[in-house]
Each structure stands twice: as structure tokens, then as C-alpha cells.
């Protein structure tokens, strides 16, 4: 199983319809439509990216599949997601999905880096409710990839016992493959 299904098949059992839930960078919404299937119609999303053009292209894929979730477009960074989320729903969002990188066929120099990204991790853990989930996909084989991965996992391996911390990195592949960080709260 590739590993983007990894994540959206750990994601499937623990996100429920009616569910809250954050998609760090939405990018052109694959993973915005798959968290809209899993939060059904009484769900809630909060959508950001740093460039308009990925959030009108996302809108699109979730009208091109006739998607009814309510989802919160967001133009900004996630490193400000606190205030841009309802302070009601802080510590009931039930999983936030990073993808980390920079949006393919556009401007390679729009990637998120380690300077917003820890930040936003941070963000994150209180955002999030009790069995919740922190999803972070780190691609290495872009400029700068590789040490935010690596920023990414030190940080996490940082967390205290309130979290459980999964780190997959695929072993035996030619190319720089991404990796996942999946941090659990309990
Ligand atoms: C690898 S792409 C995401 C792909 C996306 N998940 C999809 O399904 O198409 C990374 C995205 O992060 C966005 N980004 C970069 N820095 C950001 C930041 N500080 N806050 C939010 N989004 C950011 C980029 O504009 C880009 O669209």
C-alpha cells in the first residue's frame, strides 16, 4: 500500500461524520475531498493555504465532486491557524493533515518551510480533541525537504506522554521517498 493510503486509511477509522477537521495545506484539495467523504455533510472543514490560486483550484475539485461538507477557505498560513479557527472548537478537531511541500507544476519557491511549519505543529496539539490525530506527510527530495522532515520528526519526538508518535519512513527506494509522522493525542 502506498503511503498516502496508509494515511487515508488510518485517518478513515478515526475520523466520524459530524466530525471538525483541519487541512493545514490544502494545495488542490485531494486531501480536502477525502477529508469532506469522511466528515460527510454535518462535518466541518477549515481549509488553508498561502495561495489563492490552490484554494480556488480545491474549490473546484470539491464542486467537480459535488461535495456539500461546509468547508472554511482560509487565505492564510497555517502557522495563524488559531485564530482563524472558532475558539468553541478549540480542542475538539479530530485530525489535521499536513502535506508538506510545495504545490506541483506551480512556483517550486511557495513550500512550506520549518519556520511556519513547527509553529503550526504546535498550533495543532491544541487544537486537537482527546484520540484525535496530527497527520504530517514530509516530502524529502525537494530543496529543503529533508531538513523540514527532519525538523518535523526531532520536534515530535520531543512530545510528552500525551501523545503517541508513529514515524514511517519507507525503506528500499530509489527516489526520496515522503514520510509520515502521525501523532496521536490521548
Ligand atoms: C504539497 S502541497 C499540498 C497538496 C495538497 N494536499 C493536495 O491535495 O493537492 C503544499 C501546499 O502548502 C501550501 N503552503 C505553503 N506554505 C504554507 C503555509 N505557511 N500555510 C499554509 N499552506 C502553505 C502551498 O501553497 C501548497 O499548496
Known amino acids: 500500500m502506498r503511503l498516502t493510503e496508509q494515511v487515508h486509511h488510518h485517518l478513515q477509522k478515526i475520523i466520524q461524520h459530524g466530525d471538525s477537521v483541519v487541512d493545514a495545506t490544502t494545495g488542490n484539495g485531494h486531501d480536502t475531498l477525502f477529508l469532506a467523504e469522511c466528515v460527510g455533510k454535518a462535518g466541518k ?66 513550500t512550506t518551510c520549518p519556520s511556519t511549519t513547527l509553529p503550526a505543529l504546535k498550533a495543532s496539539l491544541s487544537l486537537l480533541k482527546s484520540g484525535g490525530t496530527l497527520s504530517i506527510l514530509a516530502y524529502t527530495g525537494h530543496d529543503g525537504g529533508r531538513d523540514e522532515a527532519e525538523s518535523v520528526k526531532a520536534w515530535a519526538e520531543t512530545l510528552h506522554s500525551d501523545f503517541d508518535i508513529h514515524i514511517t519512513v519507507p525503506q528500499n527506494t530509489k527516489f526520496s521517498p515522503p514520510e509520515w509522522i502521525c501523532i496521536q493525542k490521548s
Open 45 to 110: 472543514i477549515f481549509a488553508f493555504d498561502v495561495q489563492q490560486q490552490a484554494l480556488q483550484s480545491a474549490q473546484n475539485h470539491l464542486r467537480n465532486h459535488h461535495i456539500t461538507t461546509p468547508v472554511t477557505w482560509i487565505h492564510a498560513g497555517h502557522e495563524h491557524m488559531l485564530k482563524h479557527i472558532p475558539q468553541t472548537l478549540h480542542g475538539q478537531i479530530k485530525a489535521i493533515t499536513f502535506n508538506l511541500g510545495y504545490l506541483p507544476h506551480t512556483d517550486k519557491n511557495i
